[in-house]
């Protein structure tokens, strides 16, 4: 049977579809690996199509991403959302939903760079949360919270979703340039990826080489 297909999901990065597949788990609550994936480039937008599988029950699904005006492997590895526009793809809650996971996660870790990259991941997902306020929200508008769920933990939890806590929690952590240093292990792997991607333009296709930053988390 072939996978169930979904409308396709606007996105700023790979990164961001990862974050998707992340909150958008399997009916059985297992996490997705990628099977297989496709790419079409349009002039301004690529499509991506993931084909996805359950580790848990093995039930497949298709996602369909769209990258609009993408900047391939230009970014910074890791890199969720170079603009200032709010995500499409997940909703407040949900990115600080990710937020806490990966601040969460922090004192489990030994390495310090994975450490690094949970803070950076966390940094960002805390940014993109606040994207969605305006300059005189402190609390999330109605635009930013897109199910019940996501409603009812605002509801909940007001102090979580207010700004000066957003930002608050923003100050502790550190910059991002500090910490794109502190990974910097990757960053020169992505680069030096990146260089003989330029140098052998038939060979592996750069959305392919991101795929060696996922990580099981
Ligand atoms: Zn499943």
Redesign the pocket.
């Known amino acids: 049977m072939p996978a169930p297909s979904e409308p396709a999901v606007h996105v700023h990065s790979v990164q961001e579809e990862y974050f998707y597949l992340m909150v958008h788990?399997?009916?059985?609550?297992?996490p997705w690996h990628t099977e297989a994936q496709e790419v079409q480039d349009a002039p301004g937008q690529l499509a991506h199509r993931v084909e996805a599988r359950?580790?848990?029950?093995?039930?497949r699904r298709s996602f369909h991403f769209i990258l609009d005006s993408h900047g391939g492997p230009k970014g910074p590895v890791r890199q969720v959302n170079p603009t200032c526009d709010p995500s499409r793809a997940l909703d407040a809650a949900e990115w600080l939903d990710l937020a806490q996971f990966y601040l969460g996660r922090i004192e489990r870790l030994k390495d310090p760079v994975e450490r690094t990259q949970s803070l950076l991941d966390a940094r960002q997902c805390l940014e993109e949360a606040l994207k969605f306020y305006g300059p005189s929200d402190d609390a999330p508008p109605a635009p930013a919270l897109w199910s019940d769920a996501g409603r009812a933990k605002a509801a909940a939890s007001p102090e979580t979703f207010r700004r000066a806590a957003i930002e608050a929690m923003l100050q502790r952590i550190p910059a991002t340039e500090r910490l794109r240093q502190a990974d910097k292990t990757d960053q020169r792997a992505f680069e030096r990826g990146v260089r003989e991607l330029a140098k052998d333009r038939v060979g592996r296709r750069w959305w392919e080489f991101w795929r060696l930053f996922r990580r099981n988390t």
Request: hydrophobic share 25%.
């Open positions: 788990r399997c009916a059985c609550g297992g359950c580790f848990k029950c093995r039930a």
